[in-house]
T-cell receptor, first 112, second 110 residues
Framework: DAGITQSPRYKITETGRQVTLMCHQTWSHSYMFWYRQDLGHGLRLIYYSAAADITDKGEVPDGYVVSRSKTENFPLTLESATRSQTSVYFC???????????FGPGTRLTVT | SQQGEEDPQALSIQEGENATMNCSYKTSINNLQWYRQNSGRGLVHLILIRSNEREKHSGRLRVTLDTSKKSSSLLITASRAADTASYFCATDTTGNQFYFGTGTSLTVIP
């Protein structure tokens, strides 16, 4: 199906483990984004990518790594998960005409 | 620090009433967008207003933008129970980075 998907939808991991959250889009949009959503903070930009092999830091990049070898995929890796990274993570693409973003359904990550 | 801040944080109204929420931001923008988020779901784009526009309508939505005050408002007319959601403003600064506010939680009571 066309659109943007995220996997897994729910994840529980332990402190210190590496975790990768996946994001896949079928529109071939150039821009992709990763946000985290926490109570009291709204959505905060972690990383974004303007095209394959081009990534840049957002507002809260520490502790995260991204890559974008293909236009359609934009994985987010927590190299050594911490409790402060417990959050809901949203991936988004940047549409063309109208300049709106399209969001995935989110991944709820709990770090114990 | 975040670019956008919504006000109020929470709003509760009766079905049929109008709902108004406000967004303030800090720096110059290319455009401002409003999104809706239903509980447990991703955000859905509602409306975009460019920096050279002052007002825009889409169905029951009316958005205003005052760049001199760095503020925007979203008006939902004749609210329905299905409008219950959180609403976020997002500012697009140069470089295609989007900054979201903390959101307004709207409850429409049937």
């Amino acid at each position: 199906d066309a659109g943007i998907t995220q996997s897994p939808r729910y994840k529980i991991t332990e402190t210190g483990r590496q975790v990768t959250l996946m994001c896949h889009q079928t529109w071939s949009h150039s821009y992709m984004f990763w946000y985290r959503q926490d109570l009291g903070h709204g959505l905060r930009l972690i990383y974004y990518s303007a095209a394959a092999d081009i990534t840049d830091k957002g507002e809260v990049p520490d502790g995260y790594v991204v890559s974008r070898s293909k236009t359609e995929n934009f994985p987010l890796t927590l190299e050594s998960a911490t409790r402060s990274q417990t959050s809901v993570y949203f991936c988004a693409t940047f549409g063309g005409r109208g300049y709106e973003q399209y969001f995935g359904p989110g991944t709820r990550l709990t770090v114990t | 620090s975040q670019q956008g801040e919504e006000d109020p944080q929470a709003l509760s109204i009766q079905e049929g009433e109008n709902a108004t929420m406000n967004c303030s931001y800090k720096t110059s923008i290319n455009n401002l967008q409003w999104y809706r988020q239903n509980s447990g779901r991703g955000l859905v784009h509602l409306i975009l207003i460019r920096s050279n526009e002052r007002e825009k309508h889409s169905g029951r939505l009316r958005v205003t933008l005052d760049t001199s005050k760095k503020s925007s408002s979203l008006l939902i007319t004749a609210s329905r129970a299905a409008d219950t959601a959180s609403y976020f403003c997002a500012t697009d600064t140069t470089g295609n980075q989007f900054y979201f506010g903390t959101g307004t939680s709207l409850t429409v009571i049937p």
